[in-house]
């Protein structure tokens, strides 16, 4: 992310705490309209019917009244087969923008998942938000097993309305391809900033940036989405990369919005636990600023295969795009790479 927009997004970095194997499904579909609005261009939909059950507190009601921004903070569980981390969350929802979230405490959630015949089924039982509307729920043993790349739902059963969880256990040894967000896939930074205050606003993408991951996921590599974004737009990326057709890999944001040095440490982080600590394989990664050099360096990513757009298009020896078009790197790139071999 450009740190200029450090100045026009520091109000919402103070405030903001107010299938197994299903890689290509479809969007999700409910029955029921509950807890979400027509205009709603951030609801996560249940991929099952739901009935709402009504809410515990007079709180949470005016939370649904007023709040039409899903801002649930629904992490992904990604890791090592067997050592995925509990599926965490908080139940949340702007009233305007993504400056002030509300949040539902003390709340009933539940956690969905698909049994083996694909049917969608509660996975224990219901527990309570806390006070900061927080939950979370361990991982099923069933969505732990090698190579799942999937999605869980956590509902909230006061208005029948979902949270998304992926769940992606692969093994030492993964090929993975790991890239920005903002300025990388999308058109530039600016996209970012205009949908935090304009949420209706759908970001334009650098040409052919998500038939590029695309391309990568249909050669048999697997993709991390790793990005500055603060953890409460996640749900506003996940609808994103669903309307693209690449909802396919684990969605990485930070719990602030996070800048220069700053974002450097965090990705570098994230990018340390992908590589020292699950032993997966980066063989290209992408980024539109000396931040994103800077962390794929930190883990060794070599200059040849780190590919950059915007500010750093070219730096330090990166693979520059050419006029940030991602179409001829595909065509001269991408697809002259051998299909991965996964462990």
Known sequence: ??????????????????????????????????????????????????????????????????????????????????????????????????????????????????????????????????????????????????????????????????????????????????????????????????????????PLEHPSATAAMTAWKNKGYRVVFLSARPDNFRDATRVWLRDKNVNFGPIVTAKTFVTGAAAVDYKTKALQKMVTDNGWQIVAAYGNEASDVQAYAAVNVPKSQTFTVENANGIEQTQGLAGDDFASHITNYVNNQPDAQQP
Request: glycine share 10%; hydrophobic share 35%; charged share 15%.
């Open 1 to 202: 992310m450009r740190s200029n927009l450090a100045a026009s997004l520091a109000l919402a970095t103070l405030v903001l705490g107010a299938c197994r194997g299903d890689e290509s499904s479809p969007a999700p579909t409910t029955t029921t309209d509950a807890g979400t609005t027509a205009d709603n261009p951030t609801a996560i939909k249940c991929p099952f019917p739901t009935t709402p059950k009504g809410f515990v507190t007079d709180d949470a009601k005016n939370v649904l009244e007023t709040g039409r921004l899903f801002m649930n903070e629904d992490q992904d569980a990604w890791g090592l087969p067997g050592a995925l981390a509990a599926f965490q969350g908080k139940m949340q929802r702007g009233v305007s923008n993504y400056i002030v979230g509300k949040v539902f405490a003390g709340e009933k959630v539940s956690l969905w998942v698909q049994n083996a015949s694909g049917v969608w089924e509660q996975s224990g039982a219901s527990i309570d938000t806390d006070d900061n509307g927080l939950y979370s729920f361990a991982t099923p043993a069933s969505l732990q097993a090698k190579n799942t790349s999937t999605h869980a739902y956590v509902l909230l059963e006061g208005d029948g309305s979902c949270a998304e969880h992926g769940a992606y256990a692969w093994p030492s040894g993964t090929k993975i391809v790991v890239t920005d967000i903002d300025g990388t896939m999308t058109k530039s930074n600016a996209e970012f900033q205009t949908q935090v205050t304009q949420p209706s606003y759908v």
